[in-house]
């Protein structure tokens, strides 16, 4: 009996030790098995540079010249458009667009946003200018030859016989960008504030840009020497009804002395030998001017009354 038990005993002692060592081996079995539970894709990755409809895209738009964009260390347009306010759905006025250094940034960022970008350009007719009555054919074949990247620009004029540059009291913004002092030796700068502010509606702001002339210097009626003192500009604005709202050290250049040969063209982007209408020099030394880079530029803000 005894012995019986005994065996007993140990048959169950083995089933006990082959059941562990079964379930021993399983789970190795188990941990040793591929998991095939598929993968979580992965996060694409964020796409370079800004994004698109932003005002950092525009600015950094690959169909921007890189002559243009060398100018960016003088005109800082971010900073400078960043002060005037500028948001996506504006209708924003550039009187005298030249070639287009700003319609490259603002007609973009206009276009993606819900905006519009009006162009008030040289004056047009028989009289016209024959340069900027080629500058003005050149901008309208520009600005319309791509409408996913422009959009639908909206052409206008601005000159002495001109009338409204859009339709009165629609403007968010109107922009002069270094256009002031042709403006005083056409004798029409009264003109062009008196029409930036029909445009504006109530509470709209004006951007100013230009040459500045030291407080010290004599100001030229017609501003020969392209640079006007800030003084007289908020006159200006102030006697078409506008309200000073702040200035800005955005543009200044504490190296330009105002004091060229040629003016203000005398410094790049221009770049004067000689008077303008004559031959280059090319003996003229350029070595200070370059040196100088671009002016010195009043930035200022004013708004029309609410």
Not at 88 to 113: K, Q
């Amino acid at each position: 009996m005894a012995e019986r038990q005994a065996n007993v005993g140990e048959m169950s002692r083995r089933f006990l030790l082959g059941g562990a060592g079964l379930l021993a081996l399983t789970g190795l079995s188990a941990c040793g098995r591929k998991d095939e539970t598929p993968a979580k894709p992965e996060t694409p990755a964020a796409p370079a540079g800004p994004a698109e409809g932003s005002l950092e895209w525009a600015v950094q738009g690959a169909w921007r010249s890189p002559q243009d964009k060398a100018r960016d260390a003088f005109r800082h347009p971010m900073e400078t458009l960043r002060f005037y306010g500028l948001q996506p759905r504006m209708t924003v006025v550039e009187f005298w667009p030249g070639s287009g250094w700003y319609s490259e940034i603002l007609a973009p960022y206009l276009a993606r946003g819900g905006g519009a970008y009006v162009a008030a350009l040289f004056p047009e007719g028989p009289t016209a200018d024959p340069a900027q009555a080629v500058l003005n054919a050149a901008f309208r074949t520009r600005f319309s030859s791509d409408k996913k990247l422009y959009g639908e620009p909206q052409f206008s004029v601005f000159g002495a016989a001109s009338g409204p540059v859009t339709a009165p009291g629609t403007a968010d913004l109107c922009l002069f960008m270094r256009t002031l002092h042709g403006w005083m030796a056409a004798g029409i700068a009264e003109k062009a504030f008196a029409d930036a502010f029909a445009a504006l509606r109530p509470g709209g702001v004006l951007g100013v840009e230009q040459h500045r002339l030291a407080p010290a210097q004599d100001q030229d009626p017609v501003a020969a020497n392209g640079y006007v003192q800030e003084a007289f500009v908020r006159q200006l604005a102030a006697e078409a009804g506008f309200v000073f709202l702040e200035a800005s050290e955005i543009n200044a250049n504490p190296e330009d002395t105002k004091d060229h040969p040629f003016g203000v063209d005398t410094l790049a982007p221009t770049r004067l030998t000689a008077p303008r209408g004559q031959p280059a020099d090319p003996d003229f030394d350029r070595t200070k001017y370059d040196a100088i880079g671009e002016s010195d530029r009043m930035t200022l803000k004013f708004r029309k009354p609410e």
